[in-house]
């Protein structure tokens, strides 16, 4: 019981939340949810995919880091994107 909670917990990375909102997405426009199912997969569906346009953003600024003008040796930078 205490490893399910652990792994609630753990955060969804970008593509289980990306694939998550495709899931909700397909649904919607397949199904016949009921007005209840559609607010909730709706809210689901927003807060997924505010998550995923934080990591794109925070993936983005990482690779900005990367792309240093007028320096001809490649070094390697630790990238944080899920969860910061």
């Given at each position: 019981m205490m490893a399910a909670r652990k792994?609630?917990?753990k955060e969804a990375s970008f593509e289980e939340?990306?694939?998550?909102?495709e899931a909700i997405v397909e649904q919607m426009e397949t199904?016949?949810?009921s007005l209840?199912?559609?607010?909730?997969?709706y809210s689901r569906g927003i807060r997924l995919?505010?998550?995923?346009?934080?990591?794109?953003?925070?993936?983005?600024?990482?690779?900005d880091l990367l792309v240093k003008e007028g320096k001809e040796e490649t070094e390697a930078l630790e990238l944080?994107?899920?969860?910061e």
């Open positions: 792994e609630a917990a939340s990306l694939a998550e909102l199904g016949e949810p209840a199912d559609l607010m909730e997969n995919s505010q998550k995923c346009m934080k990591a794109l953003e925070r993936a983005e600024k990482a690779m944080a994107i899920e969860g």
